[in-house]
């Protein structure tokens, strides 16, 4: 166990700081963001006391991982017993909150008898001897599914997605009053709307509650500062609209032009701000149309809770290739089931299936039989096209108008197939011209999208920029030589100083897109 660090060196710069990759881009922005000194004694003194066991029995600390929000220790003890700290970074929104939900629905989830790990303590405020937010929980079993998934037989592939087939029929046939995030009683202020999950059992400190969502578009930013109604939400178009009416606060408090924020967009736009206007206009047509994209079709608004993020590394399975544990469960929304069942192709390829054609078959065969209701959602009409409106209506406005507006006017000429309501004509319209500018500005969005994805995967960039600490020089270099290339082929001094000022891999000033 020789990475295990000993409470004596607890200024070990490794358990502070992120190590597990570079940024080409905005490198000290990102490094900052996921800094967390806390005081490492401490923190092993309160996992001891979480497991019945004294700080004089705990042997070392190591970090175990670390990604996007947060940093995982494992804690040793004498025993050979492990207790998995999880804490979170700075940056991570909704402070509070966001630790505060994650231990209560891994705790309703495994008290429910989805294979969750067990919470054995957790402070959602660092106003503790450690100084920092914490979830103390169960050490997993089993193999993380991302480090033997290429390697295993078609067979073993298929026991896998049965297994997962069987954890998402049991998370369906939870039933919940309300759409929102879970939270313990105690947890949530006492002036905050909330939901009892059982009215029987609702006056104790741990009564389980639905309160305000936390999904990050709600809190990015100054939006964390907008007086809005951020759930629970007793109705599916209180649902649908939320997010629109979110943003919409937003634009009318900070809007302004605004360049778009990812740089390979505004050569569609000829290097010209966006208005602020035209989204707020896009988000009014959303709210006139919205009620009418809710389904119909019995079981489909009823409030799921699904996984946020069901990708490899956050399964585990057992040697005999059983789901032993789903864990990261931050940001968990319970939502109506045909916003929440996230479409069979986006199952599909965070697992990775869609390179197996017999897993890809196995998901779908085994959905219809022991899941039918998320079957039902997964294949109902346009599923996926009424997430995707709904998603682009609540996203923070960066700066390009062009998916959400194209997204309406696909609802638009799709309407007599769409809408709940057959008897309801079309709210909204556009004259022919519009539609033809922006289908006209999506492609090329789309095109420039796809060039600049091929690229990223053939340097190994990740999301903002991120890169292996193995592959960092490499990408840096084959970056330069890009962007060198593409002054040489530049035809005009203007063209040249577009690419110096908007290059796609240059540091960018964030603030003004927050």
């Known amino acids: ?30 490094l900052a963001e996921r800094e967390r000194i806390f005081n490492v004694a401490e923190l092993q003194g309160l996992a001891a006391h979480a497991v019945n066991r004294t700080s004089e029995d705990t042997v070392g600390i190591e970090k175990l991982g670390e ?18 700290a999880r804490i979170p970074y700075p940056s991570v929104e909704p402070k509070g909150l966001v630790v505060a939900s994650e231990a209560a629905t891994m705790t309703f989830l495994r008290f429910k008898g989805i294979p969750v790990p067990k919470i054995f303590d957790y402070s959602c405020s660092s106003d503790n001897p450690a100084g920092t937010e914490y979830i103390f929980m169960e050490f997993c079993s089993g ?12 067979a073993c592939q298929t026991r896998v997605v049965r297994s997962l087939v069987d954890v998402e029929a049991r998370l369906s046939n939870i039933r919940l009053p309300a759409s929102g995030s879970l939270y313990f009683l105690r947890d949530v202020p006492a002036n905050v709307t909330k939901v009892a999950v059982d009215t029987e059992d609702a006056d104790r400190p741990d009564s389980l509650y639905l309160g305000p969502t936390t999904d990050l578009p709600f809190w990015f930013g100054k939006r964390s500062n907008l007086d809005v109604d951020r759930g629970p939400f007793s109705t599916s178009e209180a649902v649908m609209n939320s997010g629109a009416i979110k943003e919409m606060r937003f634009l ?3 809007g302004r032009p605004l360049l778009p924020f990812n740089r390979f967009q505004r050569e569609t736009f ?12 896009s988000i009014q047509k959303y709210l006139q149309m919205s009620k009418y994209l809710i389904p119909r079709a019995k079981g489909l608004t009823t409030p799921t809770l699904r996984h946020p993020d069901l990708r490899p590394g956050n399964i585990f399975v057992s040697n005999d290739f059983h789901i032993t544990a789903l864990i990261d469960w931050q940001h968990s929304v319970a939502q109506p089931l045909f916003l929440s069942c996230g479409g069979e192709s986006d199952t599909i390829s965070r697992l990775e299936l869609s390179r197996q054609m017999h897993c890809r078959e196995a998901y779908v065969d085994m959905t219809e039989r022991h899941n039918p209701s998320h079957f039902g959602a997964l294949t109902y009409p346009f599923s996926v096209g009424r997430q995707k409106i709904h998603r682009l209506a ?8 062009i998916p959400f507006r194209s997204s309406l006017m696909f609802v638009k000429q799709h309407w007599s197939q769409i809408c709940s309501n057959p008897a309801v004509p079309c709210p909204i319209s556009f004259t022919q011209e519009e539609e033809t500018e922006c289908l006209r500005l999506d492609d090329a969005e789309q095109q420039g999208v796809e060039q600049l994805e091929e690229f990223k995967r053939a340097i190994g960039l990740g999301p903002e920029g991120w890169v292996s600490n193995e592959n960092h020089d490499a990408a840096r270099e084959a970056i330069a030589k890009m962007k060198q290339m593409s002054l040489e082929q530049a035809e005009s001094e203007e063209e040249m100083t577009a690419i110096r000022d908007h290059w796609v891999f240059d540091d960018i000033d964030e603030e003004e897109y927050s």
Do not use: C
């Open 1 to 30: 166990m020789s990475s295990v660090e000993t409470a004596a060196s607890a200024s070990t710069s490794p358990l502070f700081k992120y190590t597990s990759g570079r940024w080409v881009y905005n490198e000290d922005k990102r």
């Open 67 to 84: 990604g996007a929000a947060n940093r995982a220790f494992t804690i040793h003890f004498k025993d050979g017993f492990k207790v998995v």
């Open 143 to 154: 193999m993380d599914l991302a480090s033997i998934w290429d390697g295993l037989g078609e």
């Open 252 to 254: 009318e408090q900070y």
């Open 270 to 281: 000829n290097f010209r701000k966006q208005m602020p206007s035209i989204h707020l206009d």
């Open 394 to 401: 609540g996203e923070p406005w960066q700066g390009d108008n």
